[in-house]
């Protein structure tokens, strides 16, 4: 075949949509959540390119409406498993083989299939599975999937392009070559963009996938896999099972082909996972490649300098936004004392403003927490800050699951700075507030630093530069992904690489080359053009 040194599209970050009132898109998305609500989904698996039912049917249930029946998807066991890891080892030689360019022919087709005729089904989906209003499925389901497979493509051939000098009479060459074996991709609920990513990031780059979507976002992974089967992904690249995750690891994690785990969920998940792996190292062929991004306890920290207001919205939006169910969301802060009254005032008359619903409803903010395990674990943190002599509820506190897993958006004001919601992760619209002295501001950036091993995400307001640097250096291992001046969440493909270090995963930034290198083996080519004849060095030349 013809061949080239071929030039990219231009990739560039898919603009995101406001969905205002009189826009076209809000009155296209409002049909297609009509649609979509009528129910009647049969999800099956897909297993080398095969759709697979089971009959063992699970309900899919709106969170926020859980007594509507959208459907089923087939239930798969360990046997499924290892049908798709035979699928993926027998797919591997052939996509292995294929051109760069036509692998990222499949992934920018990908893109634009999402970008357009299915922009709006990818955005409904999202809102009806997961519960998330429309502009927070905007920002994830569509925009940042999107460049999720623009931007992998682009820094694959930046990766492509990383070659060694030569020396004359010597040409050195490296190639890229993917891993042995077959990856393991476990994705979560909370973003549509993360499950597409991280089965796809591994199979851009020659890469086979078994994929395990959480329980609780089926219907949006399977809707992922259709588009992805529409842009040209052969049979078998990646393999889509709903199994028991304990299931899946027995099968997966035993396979002596298993070449790597990409993953993002809780800490103690991925910490199980990676023990189990290092237990298991005599039964592989290499060593796995284990890239994880994992929990969060993520701070905004203000000094007396900085703006009420601008921390107020912060954390209204940092803390509440899609129910505080993200990785990166704001779940505790650090207030002078000085400032709290402002700071409160304003936060309180941010939610009295706030809905609450549906998310077919555009105007409610905040929707369903993903399900009756998290809503119970949720309800049961809020009551005991209500008991508790160390804590107090200054906002919220309420909740409710009659028709869908309601959490109100709830501020505790913690009397110790080690309370256990300044701690422990809990993935929901809690936010708790520690208020300090600002003569003690070391004392409490030392605090905020020792007081969990989560590594994640954080952000600083201050109105003093040279505050601004001492607390930057200060906090320098606390975050992979700091903010100044700005909330913690909605980090940008190419724009803020995003991962944490610590308790909170390898730090290996989805979306950019950090991240795909993970995923190749490098091997360097050194060719002779005259090779030598003699084997002695001149320094051995007698006098």
């Known amino acids: 075949?013809?061949?080239?040194?071929?030039?990219?599209?231009?990739?560039?970050?898919?603009?995101?949509?406001?969905?205002?009132?009189?826009?076209?898109?809000?009155?296209?998305?409002?049909?297609?959540?009509?649609?979509l609500n009528q129910g009647g989904l049969d999800l099956p698996m897909i297993i080398g390119g095969k759709e697979v039912r089971t009959g063992n049917l699970k309900d899919i249930r709106p969170p926020h409406n859980h007594r509507h029946l959208l459907g089923h998807y087939h239930q798969g066991d360990k046997t499924h498993v290892q049908m798709a890891i035979d699928?993926?080892?027998?797919?591997?030689?052939?996509?292995?083989?294929?051109?760069?360019?036509?692998?990222a022919a499949i992934f920018l087709k990908a893109a634009e299939l999402i970008a357009g005729p299915y922009r709006y089904e990818f955005n409904a989906v999202t809102m009806i599975g997961q519960s998330k209003n429309a502009y927070q499925s905007e920002i994830d389901a569509v925009c940042e999937l999107i460049d999720f497979y623009r931007y992998n493509v682009k820094n694959m051939d930046t990766i492509y392009r990383m070659?060694?000098?030569?020396?004359?009479?010597?040409?050195n060459r490296m190639v890229w070559r993917p891993l042995e074996g077959f990856i393991f991709a476990l994705t979560p609920f909370n973003f549509t963009s993360i499950a597409g990513n991280l089965p796809g990031a591994p199979a851009l780059m020659g890469n086979t996938v078994v994929w395990k979507p959480s329980k609780t976002a089926i219907y949006s992974a399977h809707l992922i896999m259709k588009v992805l089967q529409e842009a040209g992904l052969p049979e078998g690249v990646i393999n889509l099972v709903y199994a028991d995750g304990r299931d899946a690891a027995d099968?997966?994690?035993?396979?002596?082909?298993?070449?790597?785990l990409h993953f993002t969920g809780s800490t103690g998940v991925f910490n199980s996972m990676w023990r189990t792996i290092a237990g298991n190292m005599s039964k592989y062929k290499s060593y796995p490649?284990?890239?994880?991004?994992?929990?969060?306890?993520?701070?905004?920290?203000?000094?007396?300098?900085?703006?009420?207001?601008?921390v107020a919205t912060a954390l209204t939006r940092g803390a509440f936004e899609y129910q505080g169910q993200k990785c990166s969301a704001a779940s505790r802060a650090y207030i002078p004392i000085t400032l709290w009254e402002d700071v409160k005032r304003f936060v309180s008359d941010?939610?009295?403003?706030i809905k609450i619903g549906v998310p077919e409803d555009f105007s409610n903010f905040v929707n369903a927490v993903i399900d009756e395990d998290s809503f119970d674990k949720l309800a049961k943190a809020i009551d005991d800050a209500k008991a508790s002599p160390d804590a107090e509820i200054v906002c919220g506190g309420t909740y409710d699951k009659s028709e869908g897993y309601f959490i109100h958006p709830t501020i505790i004001l913690a009397k110790k700075p080690d309370y256990i919601t300044m701690k422990e992760e809990l993935f929901g619209p809690i936010l708790t507030v520690y208020l300090y002295d600002p003569a003690d501001l070391d004392k409490t950036l030392d605090i905020l630093d020792t007081t969990t091993d989560y590594a994640l995400t954080g952000a600083i307001f201050s109105a003093d530069r040279a505050n601004?640097?001492?607390?930057?250096?200060?906090?320098?291992?606390?975050?992979?992904?700091?903010?100044?001046?700005?909330?913690?969440?909605?980090?940008?493909?190419d724009q803020q690489?995003?991962?944490?270090?610590?308790?909170?995963?390898?730090?290996?930034?989805a979306g950019s080359v950090f991240n795909l290198l993970r995923w190749v083996s490098p091997q360097c080519i050194k060719e002779t053009f005259i090779p030598a004849t003699d084997y002695m060095y001149p320094n051995f030349l007698e006098e």
């Open 1 to 35: 075949m013809s061949k080239g040194v071929f030039q990219l599209p231009e990739v560039k970050n898919e603009p995101v949509r406001s969905y205002a009132p009189g826009t076209p898109e809000r009155v296209a998305l409002k049909q297609k959540l009509v649609e």
């Open 87 to 103: 699928a993926a080892l027998k797919a591997k030689p052939t996509w292995e083989a294929m051109q760069w360019e036509s692998r």
């Open 251 to 260: 099968v997966i994690f035993n396979h002596r082909d298993f070449a790597g």
């Open 350 to 353: 941010d939610l009295s403003k």
């Open 289 to 310: 490649r284990i890239v994880g991004e994992t929990g969060g306890k993520d701070y905004v920290f203000a000094d007396e300098t900085a703006d009420p207001k601008q």
């Open 468 to 493: 601004i640097e001492k607390m930057t250096a200060r906090l320098t291992h606390t975050a992979g992904n700091f903010y100044i001046n700005d909330k913690p969440t909605g980090a940008v493909v």
């Open 497 to 509: 690489p995003f991962g944490g270090g610590r308790g909170s995963g390898t730090n290996d930034k």
């Open 163 to 171: 070659q060694p000098n030569s020396s004359p009479g010597i040409w």
